[in-house]
């Protein structure tokens, strides 16, 4: 599936479905969806794309009630998370104009395609004016690349003292009696491994996330100043932890807080060898939130998820967590 686009550059990029000698002609062609934005890659159509499209992808988001427009997007990464990260650690968004019939010929073609069950009627909104143009991470041919979400990397200020797994862990382990697991689940591996002091905790967490040793070695050792900012301002954000938090402000900064334990760190090796690593997802997190996550962790303190004393029918020895094996 792919839409003929023509691009124009300036202040606000535009990609329009009308040719004028102007413009130039690119594909927009379906990559991938989450839950609240597809993403496009941008292909050549004839000649070489302009500069300012090489290594950008196209992010749309979904009409669904829940997902903010796209310039609200742009603005709450500006306000919210841009500052806290140096540039070069952050996919980059770029808002992009589409012209009246974009939307429209993009949810024809997405109409045309196999797309997972539970998420096939899922279209582009027919008013949509924005698109975002973003850091495009997948690896330079016959490199490696790797996703993961860091998740909490401190424990929840709620946890009890005596906790035998993080929140992180404590959720996993919920999770696998309702036979649910999910991609972070299936690495096996504590989110605090991660940022451990000892080194051979961070390259078990690492090894769990990736058989490339290049991108292993880089997760134990190189990942480690940009896991301390990302850790860093989770803790600064989230003090009190859920169940205690208060006031507008405070439930604001537990979103920006909530937005950093779910985000994911996009790594891939170049062409030269080197390593980039930038991290993606950051959409901010909505209050209408605070009761799910209150209730989740009222749930793993009162069960006895974080403590490893849950029902005897659920029990299973904690062998993962980090606070399992050095408490």
């Known amino acids: 599936m792919s839409v003929t686009a023509y691009y124009t550059n300036g202040e606000t990029p535009q990609l329009s479905t009308t040719r004028t000698d102007e413009l130039v002609a690119c594909k927009i062609k379906y990559l991938n969806e989450g839950g609240a934005n597809f993403v496009f890659s941008i292909l050549k159509a004839g000649t070489e794309l302009p500069t300012s499209l090489r290594g950008k992808l196209l992010r749309l ?3 669904l009630s829940h997902v903010q427009t796209t310039t609200e997007q742009v ?4 306000n919210n998370f841009r500052p806290l990260f140096p540039p070069d650690c952050l996919v980059q968004p770029e808002l992009v104009r589409l012209n009246d019939g ?23 909104p027919q008013d949509e004016r924005y698109g975002l143009l973003v850091t495009d991470m997948r690896p330079a041919a016959d490199k490696a690349m790797l996703e993961i979400k860091p998740k909490w990397l401190l424990q929840s200020p709620n946890a009890p003292s005596n906790a035998k797994r993080c929140r992180t862990c404590a959720l996993r382990a919920q999770r696998a009696t309702q036979g649910k697991r999910t991609a972070t689940d299936e690495q096996s591996s504590c989110p605090l491994d991660l940022v451990s002091e000892r080194k051979e905790d961070r390259q078990r967490a690492a090894r769990k996330a990736t058989r490339e040793p290049q991108l292993a070695d880089f997760l134990a050792e190189g990942a480690q100043p940009l896991f301390a900012i990302l850790r860093d301002q989770q803790k600064f954000l989230d003090p009190r932890g859920v169940l205690r938090v208060s006031g507008a402000e405070g439930i604001y900064d537990l979103c920006r807080a909530m937005t950093l334990r779910d985000c994911t760190l996009f ?34 303190i009162d069960e006895g998820w974080y403590v490893n004393t849950e029902a005897k029918s659920q029990w299973c020895e904690e062998t993962i967590c980090r606070l399992s094996r050095y408490t």
């Open 61 to 63: 988001r979904k009409d």
């Open 75 to 78: 603005e709450s990464f500006n």
């Open 102 to 124: 974009m939307a429209e010929a993009l949810n024809r073609a997405l109409d045309t395609l196999n797309r997972p069950s539970r998420r096939d009627q899922d279209f582009l």
């Open 267 to 300: 790594v891939r090796a170049g062409e030269d060898g080197v390593i980039e690593a930038r991290l993606g997802d950051l959409d901010f997190k909505q209050p209408e939130k605070l009761k799910r996550w209150k209730e989740a962790e009222r749930q793993l």
